[in-house]
Structures are given as C-alpha cells and as structure tokens.
C-alpha cells in the first residue's frame, strides 16, 4: 500500500472547498474540521478516519474543505480510487463502510423532516378538525373493545389519533368521511372479513396507497398464512407488546421508529433503552444518534439521561445501543451530563462503558429528572 505521510499545523487546510479530487486520506492523529463557506460543520478526530475520498469517487468538486484543528499528521494515497481498491480490496469493505454511516446518518436527518411532512400533507385539513390536522389517524377495526383501547394507548405518547370499528360496515362508513394513515384489521372478523375489507379498501383509490396491517393470535399459522398470501402490509401479533406494535406503525408510516426512544424535557435529553430490540430498530437508533446528538447541542441541552429501568438484564443489543450513544457523545468531547437510571445488579456495571465513566446511577426517573433539572 503506497501512500506519503503529511504533516499539517493547526488552521491549516488539507483540501479545499471547490478544488477538483485527487486521491484521498487518512487521518492519523489529531483533529480535522470540515468547513463549508467558512462555518464549521463537524469535526474528523478519530485515527483511521478516510476523507477526500467521495469527490475522487464521484469525480467531482470538494463540497467542502478540511482543515487542521489541532497539529495532524495523515496518510495521502495519490492513485485512481478503482486502482487503489483493485489492489486493496479488503481496504474497499472499509471505505464502503464509511460511506453507508454517512449515508445512514443523512437519512436520520432527512427521516426527522421530510417524512413527517409527507405524512402531514397527506391528511386532508377539510376532514379534520382545526386542532388535529397536525396528526396521524389511524382506523383500528376488531369487535374487542379492549384492543382497540390498547392500541390507543400505545398511540398516545407519539400523538397519533386511534379510532376504532366492531365490524366491517362501520369501518367503510368511517372511511367514506374521514382520511385514515394506516388501517388496522383483525383477523378474527367473522367470514375472512379482515381479507374482505382490505380488498374494499385497495379497490378505493382514496386508500389504495394507504397501508392495511393485519392482526393475528400468536401461534395461529392458517391465519398468519392467510394474512401474507393476502398482501397485508405488516403482520400485528395478539397479545399486543407496545414496543412491537409501534415499531410496526412507525415502518407502515415511513417515520422514524427511533422517535418513540427520545424525548426532550426543559434541559435534558432523555433515552429510554426498549426491552425489545429487533435488528431493524437496533439499526434505526443507532443511525440516528449523530443527528440528535447535534441537534441537542444546537439547542444548548445539557443533559442526558438514559434510563434502562425496563430491562431485566444487561443484554447484549442493549449494550451495544448504550455503548455506541456513549461513545459518541465522548468523541464529540463529553459536552453533556450523563446520567442512568438503573437498578439490580447490572446497574454499576454501565460506568465501565467507554465515555460512561463520570456517569451518574439514579434508582427512578424522577430522582434522576430532579437532580439534573
């Protein structure tokens, strides 16, 4: 692997915003900023960081210049990216990686914005009323009131609209007058009403891009077999587990499930670590910690609490999701105040994370909301 050492003094610049690309770097100690028409907009520190590599990989202008925070010294590879990666391929994975958290971490920001816009526009201001053309509807059609009160609940905190219907006419005549972001159908309707009703809903084209979800018993193969030949859009299991059933609706909705995980209180930022984590919202949290964290320094807050208070044990993927949001804020140089909630055994055992060291441990929420507040 061939490439020259450089060595850079603080405020020098290593390329320039506008410049043509022509190979790329490697950051090997000390700290980089990225700047575009003067303003900082984030800062390079770790040592292995590649930059300069995606205008040679698009072989288009800088959009933006790095220039040297502190005394740096880096590795500057200058040959073709497909001759580099043609020789080095194991090096290839690396760069591809570095690529998808960049990408990852425009999504987060372009899913907190533009998908909630989208959602909004599409709820017709005529069909509701003044105070609630701000939120999602949602339509829940099963003949168990109590379903339909959980589902509710489960809504409240994002501050979705629930409505609910025992039996297929209510819900096509609830249809006809009022727009619905997503529909929610039991399978348990009497005479395959759940298929018959999504049909009649596809067949409208006020709802034909309007997601249908079915809901089943767990362990009920026929109707979870019926449910996916029948093209629901997802598959909702009874008994109903919150962080499930939300993480569903937050996917059928094109928002970000991460959402429900974080809160913003006066001066603090809150985390709730779920007791459940699929790979699809492990990911999804993770990919939006950069932009929250940004965000909640943009805003001046202080402090950040994550509580773990559901969990029975320390997990595996909750301490990954912990370990990650720990180390990030320590690589952006520990500008919060960071406090658990926790109890049992593991509760210590979170300060040894990397960036969790002058951590607090608090026993609830509200010991650790007051002491911080």
Known sequence: MIYETKHFNAGDYIIKEGEMGKGFYILELGELEVVRSEKVLNEINLKGAMFGELSELLLAKRDASIRAKTNVSVKYFDMGLNTFVEENPKFAVKMIRNLGRRLSRMNAVAIQGNTRNDILKSISASSLAEDEDQKVRILVI?????????????????????????????AVSMSESQDYNAFIVS?????????????????????????????????DEPALKKATDSG??????????????????YDILNLDASDQYFDLEENIL???VPKIITSELLEDIKGSYSSRLHSTINDGIENVIIDLSVLDEAGEDSVE???EFAELIEEMGSPFNLAFVATGEDSEMWKNLDGCEEAQIFESLEDAKSQMS
């Not at 168990?144 to 009160?149: E, G, L, N, R």
């Not at 959980?150 to 006419?169: H, S, T």
């Not at 596809?202 to 809901?215: D, R």
């Open 142 to 170: 099963d003949d168990k009131p109590m379903i339909i009160k959980q589902i509710k609940g489960f809504a409240a905190e994002p501050g979705w609209l629930v409505e609910g219907a025992g039996d297929i006419a209510s």
């Open 187 to 219: 399978s348990s309707l009497p005479d395959d009403g759940a298929i018959e009703l999504r049909r009649k809903l596809k067949s409208n084209s006020k709802f034909s891009n309007v997601p249908v979800v079915a809901m089943i018993i767990k362990g």
């Open 232 to 249: 629901f859009s997802q598959i909702i299991v009874k008994p109903l587990e919150k962080n499930k059933v939300c993480t569903i609706l």
């Open 270 to 272: 809150f985390f709730r």
């Open 321 to 323: 999701l912990v370990g």
